[in-house]
Nanobody, 122 residues
Framework: QVQLVESGGGLVQAGGSLRLSCAAS????????MGWFRQAPGKERDFVGT????????NYADSVKGRFTISRDNAKNTVYLQMNSLKPEDTAVYYC???????????????WGQGTQVTVSS
């Protein structure tokens, strides 16, 4: 089983930056596409972005395009979410997930972390 653990969340002012990390267990990390999702109180879990198995391609939700960047280091079994120009509406619990395919749908991801809270103050 693949276990994912997010870290790096916290409180930041609007316009600031945070870098989230997702550490994965197991030897098969490079065989999975990785995705980031977020969920605000009272809202459904939404797609943020995804990165291919080798890290060569990325895809982002329109709401974060140009502000967020996903990267991965397969040697360290870690995927990152660099968040710049943060807005109060970015406040949510952020989750990383692993999928055997490059996907944007939550139901295509097989493994999930427990999430890390990101709060952006105005």
């Amino acid at each position: 089983q693949v276990q994912l653990v997010e870290s790096g969340g916290g409180l930041v002012q609007a316009g600031g930056s945070l870098r989230l990390s997702c550490a994965a267990s197991g030897r098969a990390f490079s065989t999975y596409a990785m995705g980031w999702f977020r969920q605000a109180p009272g809202k459904e879990r939404d797609f943020v972005g995804t990165i291919t198995k080798s890290g060569g391609l990325t895809n982002y939700a329109d709401s974060v395009k140009g502000r967020f960047t996903i990267s991965r280091d397969n040697a360290k079994n870690t995927v990152y979410l660099q968040m710049n120009s943060l807005k109060p509406e970015d406040t949510a619990v952020y989750y990383c997930a692993a999928s055997p395919t490059w996907a944007s749908r939550a139901n295509e991801y097989n493994y999930w972390g427990q999430g890390t809270q990101v709060t952006v103050s105005s």
